[in-house]
């Protein structure tokens, strides 16, 4: 039995009042739009009168879309309340209806619920740690991959003085420890050390003491990751899953300082576009482009954060 997650899917900004959005998501494809009071409607985009797209209808003061084709309306539990051919007071058939997803905006993003439909929902995941009020810069990235191995890429320490050797991997410094690993009941944290090789062999049994009070990385079920850098300065992605085989990333840099903030976001977020294009062309080489529990990989001692992430997805039984 699945265990029922809120997912990041998009950013609060994508969606404007009156203007309908069409979005892939978990391989359906799902209409999204801004009521007057601004909370956030998630629909099956197939009208199942005749199959038209409702993201090509209109909005109604009611708050309801009016598919184009003839106009039946829509509120929004998916529930058609009027059918204009019919008089728009006669009584509409029950089964005039599309699917519904419960919708959330919290912390810059649209999450939605993905599972069973529930009485009373638990908040969405997010890091303590992270507050609303630090400001940030945000930039989408598509890739043709499903979302687990982008995920994995960010909890993959041995790769970054290969993939990043020019950037965050400068120093030649191959050698990994073994990763600080700590769960919690939103997911867990992980940080390393690392080193030159000059002829050390790395002990795998042995474990540093759980530091995270300085630079660290935290990953929140289902679909966050968060590059702790320091206090006032953050990396955070978002793996929006469009289907089996593409995922949109949202990428925020975080920066909190006096005067010169938005200068420091601007540059902050285009190195971390870089380090992220460098992840990118080797991720897309990566053959199957879904990641699994049991799929054959013969995996690395230091890539326990990979391994704790593939069990806890395994035993959720996530998208």
Request: charged share 25%.
């Amino acid at each position: 039995m699945n265990i029922n997650r809120w997912y990041a899917v998009l950013s609060a900004e994508e969606i404007k009042y009156k203007k309908p959005l069409l979005k892939r998501r978990f391989g359906e494809e799902i209409l999204f739009f801004r009521q007057k009071d601004k909370t956030i409607v998630a629909l099956d985009n197939k009208c199942p009168h005749r199959g038209a797209s409702l993201a090509h209808g209109e909005l109604t003061e009611q708050n309801e879309i009016a598919c184009p084709f003839h106009a039946i309306r829509f509120n929004q539990e998916g529930k058609a309340t009027a059918i204009p051919a019919n008089g728009l007071s006669a009584e509409v058939p029950k089964n005039m209806c599309v699917k519904s997803w419960p919708v959330q905006e919290a912390h810059g993003f649209i999450w939605l619920w993905y599972g069973e439909a529930l009485e009373h929902y638990p908040p969405v995941p997010w890091f303590e740690n992270l507050p609303d009020t630090m400001p940030y810069r945000e930039s989408t990235h598509l890739w043709n991959c499903h979302y687990t191995r982008c995920i994995e890429n960010q909890l993959d320490f041995a790769h970054v003085p290969i993939v990043h050797k020019k950037t965050i991997g400068r120093g030649n410094k191959t050698v990994i420890d073994m990763p600080m690993l700590e769960k919690n009941e939103r997911g867990f944290l992980t940080k390393t050390d690392f080193h030159q090789d000059t002829g050390q062999v790395v002990d795998h049994k042995k474990h540093p003491a759980h530091d995270f009070s300085r630079f660290h990385l935290e990953f929140v079920w289902p679909n966050i990751w968060q590059n702790y850098l320091y206090n006032k300065a953050r990396a955070v992605l978002a793996f929006s899953p469009i289907d089996e085989h593409h995922t949109l990333i949202y990428m925020r840099y975080y920066h909190e300082i006096p005067l010169f903030g938005s200068i420091v976001r601007h540059f902050g977020l285009q190195f971390s576009q870089k380090i992220l294009q460098e992840d990118h062309d080797v991720v897309m080489t990566q053959r199957p482009d879904k990641s699994d529990y049991h799929m054959g990989e013969i995996l690395l001692p230091q890539e326990s954060p990979i391994i704790l992430y593939r069990k806890g997805r395994e035993e959720q039984q996530l998208y």
